[in-house]
Every structure is written in structure tokens, then in C-alpha cells.
């Protein structure tokens, strides 16, 4: 396609206008060789449409900014190419689940809130020694895959659940508890069972692996979700046993 | 008006450590970042942070003074030796804390934090967790404000995301609050505070190829500019040798460390033919590796005149997945290519901003009850070169040391009624200026007064200069500046317009270039990061001392201020 362009249809819509009603609007972007989503919002806001609005801000996939909805499927925008995605149209749509605050930018409020539900941070077992506490090489590779998570909300968007529970604690939450579960330097682990054990927590997940499909970051907060329920079990049958 | 004790502009790491240790002294917080915190550039770096704890078993005999040894010497004796001694010997504490915190670093097989060689430094001295060292400080630290503001028993800590500070409010010698528009709303009004911290960031975004997050405009170092705070050391900025090339996104310096290497379009090791280079080779500090490459690309070996290869295939998948896994992904994503089987295209870029805020060693500006702190001060400790690994250290020492001086000014400030006046017309000041933005139809284009800036600080004010560009480049950003008086948003909605925002950073980013402009045209000598072409050699005599930059209506006004010493005496730069 080199020289060519692509035809996006993005999703716009101001809620506080009165009256005014959801709707896509056509671009076209000259397309060249690793150019971006993200830089093709860019030129649509700079050059042709100065009222887009969406967020961005490292471009590096690393914070987490830019998840929305890229020509079928959940995505950052600045690390989805666009030359693959062919001419278009190309249809892009915030994050699902969450209110609109115009075009491509949800309110991430009540996803912020679900994850303060969990208590991410960590609770030490023991006192602070002098330097600091020690983990194995093993025991440290057991939070690979779960620190990685950017906080997105991708995951949290794609999943079918979140649609019909509100309440639901969801996949990114779930996989942030799972965090300080699986930290061998962490001693809350009760209290974090209690919490994601409840009607709107892991075992409300329905395993559709929407979630897992979806990260950018290719991590699995199904398995994450999945681990956490064994956990739970497992507890519960030392409970019975003790 | 909106009010809090303390006021601190930026979610970065500077900003999450400085309100920690706000909270711990029980004082009342207002946090305020134009994006969610967790959105701030910090969660980008890679490669890890320094301090001597001789994890590493070729480590054994480090020490602190060496740290500050190889930091000064890195500085190229420009660094005020006492405050690198404090952050040397600081550096320990500081990661076994944020370790406590919950920090996942990487682990020596005796489980201890593991460390890597980084540039510059004489031991193996840089702890990380994999190559994502970022994300996983700054996760830890939001992750320490939750645990606040969970316990009941602490003070407010109140978080502003998606607000611009635009202004200061200044009373007689005093900062009085900031003024700040919220970017979802259009609301613009005044934060009441007994002091504010700028923790704000680089402003790597006046440079076009640059790794700076998009949002590293330089308005957090241009708020204070204006407002008489001078500006310290601008004209130093540090140029990466590893970027990918077209979207230059950072490929860390652990690619280098873990022992990656550099090769021309011949496929040689050209760092091997320089006399400044051929000992460290690829853990050479930042700005020989990429002056070095800027010579390979003169002389005409770069890959296409414009790259390099960065060859890991001798380490093998394994260690590359195992060490370098976030390197790989980008490489995968962003360049199309796997490192464990091609080399990947590499290209000098823009990465830090040496300069900043001109503050003392506790955070404190010369305009009382400002403080700033990480990227966007100037303490100094990076002096004419940052050495990889030693600005994440930078953000939380500083962060620390900043808030417990804020902690303590405080409680010795009383405040003026006079100030409160002062905020509420600042604050309308900024209303005004918004509103004439938005209402006034100025005929210039924002977008291509920012294109051109960036554009004549890539070519003009890049890794090697003299006087000619700089003379052409300073010329240049006065007119962008001018040009920016008669600037218009076409887009008048209040909720999220971005142009509107990028236009009122982009006056921010103005006033930054034109400083580092014109320190670089006045310094008649190379050090670290500022290569003179007509200037060569380092001029001690002349230079060993710091430029400020105070904002007049005609321009950046100069002055200087000698460097402290005290420890190491300066001497020639070899590796
Ligand atoms: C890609 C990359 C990798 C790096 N890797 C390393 C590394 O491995 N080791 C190392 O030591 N250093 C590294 N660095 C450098 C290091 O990451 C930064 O210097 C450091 O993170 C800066 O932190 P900070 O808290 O000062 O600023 P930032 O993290 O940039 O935060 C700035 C904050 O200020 C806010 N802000 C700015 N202006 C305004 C305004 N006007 N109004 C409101 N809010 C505002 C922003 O929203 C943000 O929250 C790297 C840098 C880059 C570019
Ligand atoms: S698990 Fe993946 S998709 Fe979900 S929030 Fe984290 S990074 Fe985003």
C-alpha cells in the first residue's frame, strides 16, 4: 500500500451537548510504512479535525493511555500499526463499559475504583530488615506476567461479564490481587482471598479468555483469575482440616 | 479556589515519593498531573536505578564515594560534588525502602536485588526489575498513595488528574498557589498552598526525535521561568545512542549492559576506532557512544546515512527473554523485528534534560515556597552528562529530601493575607488568557510553529554545535515566538480540546528552547553533553560553573554561578 491511505471512521460524540447524537466521522490518512494508530490520530487532530479528542502519552506502550477499540478488536493505538489493517475503513471506539467523556476518552473513574477495592499494596508479613527482603529467583519469577500490567483497562473493557455486573470486580483487578497474592514478601493473603471471594469477584468470571485475548501486553488475567479461585479452595480446605 | 497545605505539580516518581513523605509528616496534599499519574513518562524507563549495595559478585567492592565518583566524573565535573555525595549515599536506603514498598525488583541468586553494568559506572551497580525498572517504581509508589489515603488515620491526599498548571501566583518574594486548568472540563482556577513542588519531567518534546513521552513539553519548567525562577545548566541535554529508528523509542542502555553490540553499515564495532571509547566500548557513557556515532554518520558508515545496528543475537533468546523482555517486545512491535534474530536499527536521540528548575540541594528555588524536583530540577547532580540509572535515583531521593524540607518550611511559614490576592489574580490572569486563546482568532498555526521548533532544535541544536546554528536557531525560535503571539485555536470547546492545551504548552515549550538556545550559544566550550565544533576542549578556566537563565521581556538573561567542589578534583574524561 506504501504512498497510499487509510479511511478511519472514528467514534465521536459529546454527551454534554444537548441533543447530540453518537456518531462516526471519516478520515483519510496518508499511510506510510510504521505509522501508528496513534499517529494517525495525531494528524487527524492536527490536521484535519482539531475537535478529536483522545488520549495519549508515552507512544511506547507503557502507560496505558491510548486503549480503545481498533478496527475490531481492543488495542493501544501506539503499538497497532496501520499498514497491516489495510485501507479501511479502519473503525476505532473508546473503551467499553465506561462513560463517555467525548470521542475516545472514557471517564476511568469507576475502573480506578474497582482496583482500590483490592488493596493494591503491599502488606509485609514481617518487619522491614536493614537492606532488603529477600526473595528467591523463582519466587520472584512467580509476579513475571502480573507487574506487567499498565493499568490499561483493556481487559476490563473486552470482558463480557463487566457488561451485565457492574459490580463485578473484573480481570485487571482480579489479576493486581493475584500480584500480591503469588509476592511471598506480602502477608495479607486472608484478607485479599476475602475480598475477591465474593459474589462480584473471581467467581464471577465466566473463563471466555476475552481478557486474555485482549492485553496488550499478553499477559492472562483469566489464569490469573483461575489461580486465585485454587487459592481460595485451597484455603478453605485447610480451614476444614485445621 | 482549591486548597492544601503542599501543592505538588506532577505524578511522576519525583512527585508519588515527595507526597509520601508529605503524608508521613501529616500534611495535607494536592496533587496535581495533566495526565493520571500512572500515565506520567516515569513508567517508560527501563533500565534501572543505581546505588551501591555490591549485590552484583563483581560488585563486592563498591561504595558510595565510588558512585559519586563515577557520577561527577560522568558530569563531567559539572555536578555540585556535595549533592551527588548526598544521593550517592542516599541511594541505598532509598531502594531497600521502596523495596519494603513492595518494589519487584530482580533477584541475585542469594535473593537479593539484582544488579546490572550501566555506562559510566565502575561497578556493577544498577537495580532493576527486568527492563521495565519504571513501571514497576512508579506502580509501587501510587501503590504507597492508595495505602494513604485507605488509612483513615492520615491526612488528605487529594489527586488532580487531568489538570494543567498554567501559572504561578507570586506575592512580593512568595509563591502564593498555582493556577491550573482542568483539561476535561476547561475549568480554570487557583490552588491555595503554603508551598509547591514542580516534580514536572523533561521537556525532551521541543527536540522532533526524541524518547520523551508526547507529554514532555517543557510547560512544568516554563511555568516557573516565567515566573523569575531561573532556569539552571539548559543548554546540556542528553542524546541517546539507542533509539529505534523512525519512532525513537528507547531501547535502554541495559541492551548495552548485558552486552549487546554497536555495529556500522560494514558491521565493524566502530566505538573500538575512538580513543574515548575503545576501552569501555558499548558501556561507554551516553554522550561519547552517541558523538561517536554522530561522527560514524559524517563520515558516511552509518546503515543509510541515518543508523546503526544494535546486534544481541550472540546472547541468545534465552537471556534476551530473560533479561531484556520489554526491549524485545518493543523491538517486535514497533521495528517488526526480534532481536534473538536480527539486529535492530538504532539511531541517536534526544533522552534527557539535564537542566531545570534552578534549586538548591533541599528542593528549594530561589523564590520561597517553591521547591521543585526529579527531571524537571536542576540540583544539580547530572551536571553536563546523567549517567544511565542515576535519574530514577534522582527522583526519589530528591523526592524525599524535598518533601521533608517542604514539610519543614511549612511549619515555620506564615502565611500572608496579601498572599490569597495575589492567587485570585493569577487565577484570572489565567482565565483571561484562556478565554483569549479560545475567543480570539490570531491567523498563526500552532501545529506549524511546534513543527518548526522541533525541527530547527533537532538540526541546529543536536549533539554537535556552533556558533553559526546556534545564531540561526536562536533567530529562528524569536520568531516562532513572536509568530506564537498571534496564535488561534480553531476548536472552541471547553471539554478535552486538546489543541487549545497543546497550544498553551506550546508557548512552554517557546520559552524552554530559546533558553537552551542561548546557553548553548554563550558556553564557548565542550563538556559532557555540549559539544562546540568551534569550541573542542573542555575550558575549566572559562567554564567550570553553572548558567542560569532568568526570563527578561528581550529574552533569557545569563549569569553564573561557580560549581561546588569539594571531593574530586576535575580532571580529563577518558573510559
Ligand atoms: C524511555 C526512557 C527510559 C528511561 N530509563 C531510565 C532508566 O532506566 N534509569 C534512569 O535512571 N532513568 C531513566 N530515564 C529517565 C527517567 O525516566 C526520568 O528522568 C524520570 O522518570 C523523570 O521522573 P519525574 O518524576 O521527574 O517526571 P515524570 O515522570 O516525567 O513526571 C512528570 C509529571 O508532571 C506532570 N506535569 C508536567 N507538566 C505539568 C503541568 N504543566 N501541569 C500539570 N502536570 C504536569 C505530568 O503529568 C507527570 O505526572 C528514562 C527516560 C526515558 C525517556
Ligand atoms: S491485564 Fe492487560 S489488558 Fe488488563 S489492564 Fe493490565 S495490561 Fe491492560
Same mark, same amino acid.
Given at each position: ?15 454534554? +451537548?444537548? $441533543?447530540?447524537?453518537?456518531?462516526? %466521522?471519516?478520515?483519510?490518512? *496518508?499511510?506510510?510504512? #510504521?505509522?501508528? &494508530? /496513534? ?31 481498533? +478496527?475490531? $478488536?481492543?488495542?493501544?493505538?501506539? %503499538?497497532?500499526?496501520?499498514? *497491516?489493517?489495510?485501507? #479501511?475503513?479502519? &473503525? /476505532? ?42 526473595q528467591?529467583p523463582?519466587?520472584r519469577d512467580?509476579l513475571e506476567? /502480573?507487574i ?95 | ?47 534501572g ?6 549485590n ?47 518494589c519487584p525488583f530482580s533477584r541475585t541468586?542469594?535473593?537479593k536485588i539484582a544488579q546490572r ?10 537495580c532493576y526489575a527486568s527492563d521495565k525498572t519504571?513501571?514497576a ?185 530473560k533479561q ?252
Open positions: 500500500m506504501g504512498g497510499g491511505s487509510a479511511t478511519f471512521k472514528i467514534f465521536r460524540h459529546d454527551p454534554s +451537548a444537548e $441533543g447530540e447524537e453518537p456518531r462516526f %466521522q471519516e478520515y483519510e490518512v *496518508p499511510v506510510r510504512p #510504521g505509522l501508528t &494508530v /496513534l499517529d494517525a490520530l495525531f494528524y487527524v487532530q492536527e490536521r484535519l479535525d482539531s475537535s478529536l479528542a483522545f488520549r495519549a502519552s508515552c507512544r511506547a506502550a507503557a502507560c496505558g493511555s491510548c486503549a480503545m477499540h481498533i +478496527a475490531g $478488536g481492543y488495542g493501544l493505538a501506539c %503499538q497497532t500499526q496501520v499498514e *497491516p489493517l489495510g485501507g #479501511g475503513p479502519i &473503525v /476505532l471506539r473508546p473503551l467499553a463499559h465506561l462513560p463517555i467523556i467525548r470521542d475516545l476518552v472514557v471517564d476511568m473513574g469507576p475502573f480506578w475504583e474497582k482496583y482500590n477495592k483490592i488493596r493494591p499494596f503491599l502488606v509485609p508479613g514481617e518487619p522491614a530488615p536493614e537492606k532488603e527482603r529477600t528467591s523463582d519466587d512467580k506476567g /502480573l506487567d500490567c499498565i493499568l490499561c483497562g483493556i481487559c476490563s473493557s473486552a470482558c463480557a461479564v463487566g457488561g451485565t455486573d457492574d459490580a463485578y470486580l473484573g480481570p485487571a483487578a482480579l489479576l493486581n490481587a493475584d500480584r500480591f497474592v503469588q509476592d511471598t514478601r506480602d502477608g495479607a493473603t486472608e484478607e485479599r482471598l476475602r475480598i475477591v471471594d465474593g459474589e462480584h469477584g473471581v467467581w464471577r468470571c465466566h473463563t471466555i479468555f476475552s481478557c486474555q485475548e485482549a492485553c496488550p501486553k499478553g499477559l492472562d488475567p483469566t489464569g490469573a483469575i483461575m489461580t486465585l479461585r485454587r487459592t481460595i479452595i485451597r484455603h478453605r480446605w485447610k480451614k476444614l482440616v485445621r | 479556589m482549591r486548597s492544601h497545605d503542599v501543592l505538588i505539580v506532577g505524578g511522576g516518581l519525583a512527585g508519588l515519593r515527595a507526597a509520601v513523605e508529605l503524608n508521613k509528616a501529616n500534611v495535607k496534599v494536592g496533587l496535581i498531573s495533566k495526565v493520571h499519574p500512572l500515565r506520567s513518562h516515569s513508567v517508560a524507563a527501563q533500565g536505578i543505581n546505588a551501591s549495595l555490591g552484583h559478585p563483581r560488585g563486592d567492592y563498591d561504595t558510595a564515594m565510588r558512585h559519586a565518583f563515577d557520577t561527577v566524573k560522568g558530569s563531567d565535573f559539572l555536578a555540585d560534588q556535595p549533592a551527588v555525595v548526598r544521593m550517592a549515599k542516599d541511594a541505598p536506603l532509598r531502594v531497600f525502602e521502596i523495596e519494603h514498598w513492595g541468586d542469594e535473593g553494568p550501566f555506562g559510566g559506572a565502575g561497578f556493577p551497580r544498577t519504571g513501571l517504581m512508579m506502580h509501587t509508589l501510587f501503590e504507597q498513595m492508595i495505602r494513604y489515603q485507605q488509612a483513615a488515620e492520615r491526612q488528605e491526599l487529594v489527586v488532580y488528574s487531568e489538570w494543567l498548571v498554567i501559572g504561578l501566583a507570586v506575592d512580593g518574594d512568595l509563591c502564593a498557589g498555582a493556577v491550573a486548568m482542568n483539561i476535561k472540563t476547561g475549568e480554570v482556577d487557583g490552588f491555595r498552598a503554603e508551598a509547591v513542588l514542580f516534580a514536572t519531567g523533561g521537556a525532551g518534546r521541543i527536540y522532533g526525535n526524541s524518547t520523551n513521552a508526547i507529554i514532555n513539553s517543557g510547560m512544568g519548567m516554563a511555568v516557573p521561568y516565567r515566573a523569575g525562577v531561573p532556569l539552571k545548566d539548559m543548554e546540556f541535554v542528553q542524546f541517546h545512542p539507542t533509539t529505534l529508528c523512525g519512532s525513537n523509542i528507547l531501547i535502554s542502555e541495559a541492551a548495552r549492559g548485558e552486552g549487546g553490540y554497536l555495529l556500522n553499515k560494514d558491521g565493524h564495532r566502530f566505538l573500538a576506532d575512538y580513543p574515548d571509547s575503545k576501552k569501555a566500548m558499548e558501556v561507554a557513557p551516553r554522550d561519547i557512544v552517541a558523538r561517536n556515532m554522530a561522527r560514524e554518520i559524517l563520515a558516511g558508515r552509518a546503515v543509510e546515512g541515518t543508523h546503526f545496528w544494535l546486534d544481541l543475537r550472540h546472547l541468545g533468546e534465552e537471556k534476551i527473554q531484556l523482555p520489554g526491549i524485545r517486545d518493543l523491538a517486535i512491535r514497533f521495528a517488526g523485528i526480534d532481536p534473538a534474530d536480527r539486529p535492530v536499527p538504532v539511531q541517536p536521540g534526544q533522552h534527557y534534560t539535564m537542566g531545570g528548575i534552578d534549586v538548591d540541594r533541599s528542593g528549594a528555588s530561589p523564590l520561597k515556597g517553591l521547591f521543585a524536583a526529579g527531571e524537571a530540577a536542576c540540583v544539580s547532580v547530572h551536571g553536563a552528562n546523567r549517567l544511565g540509572g542515576n535519574s530514577l535515583l534522582d527522583t526519589i531521593v530528591f523526592g524525599a529530601i524535598t518533601g521533608e524540607a517542604m514539610a519543614e518550611f511549612i511549619a515555620g511559614h506564615v502565611r500572608p493575607a496579601s498572599a490569597d490576592k495575589a492567587l485570585a489574580e493569577a487565577a484570572a490572569r489565567g482565565r483571561e488568557a484562556v478565554e483569549r486563546l479560545l475567543g480570539g482568532g490570531g491567523a498563526e498555526d500552532p501545529v506549524s510553529i511546534k513543527d518548526e521548533m522541533k525541527k530547527t532544535m533537532m538540526e541546529k541544536v543536536g549533539i554537535f554545535r556552533d556558533r553559526a546554528d546556534l545564531s540561526a536557531a536562536l533567530a529562528k525560535i524569536r520568531e516562532l515566538k513572536d509568530r506564537y503571539r498571534r496564535v488561534g485555536v480553531s476548536f472552541k470547546g471547553k471539554i478535552l480540546n486538546q489543541e487549545l492545551r497543546s497550544t498553551i504548552e506550546l508557548g512552554g515549550s517557546l520559552d524552554v528552547a530559546e533558553a537552551v538556545v542561548a546557553g548553548a550559544l554563550a558556553r564557548e566550550e565542550s563538556r559532557g553533553s555540549h559539544s562546540r565544533t568551534d569550541f573542542p576542549k573542555r575550558d575549566d578556566a572559562g567554564w567550570l560553573k553553572h548558567t542560569l537563565a532568568a526570563l527578561a521581556p528581550e529574552g533569557p538573561r545569563l549569569s553564573y554561578r561557580d560549581v561546588e567542589l569539594g571531593y574530586f578534583e576535575p580532571a580529563e574524561r577518558v573510559y
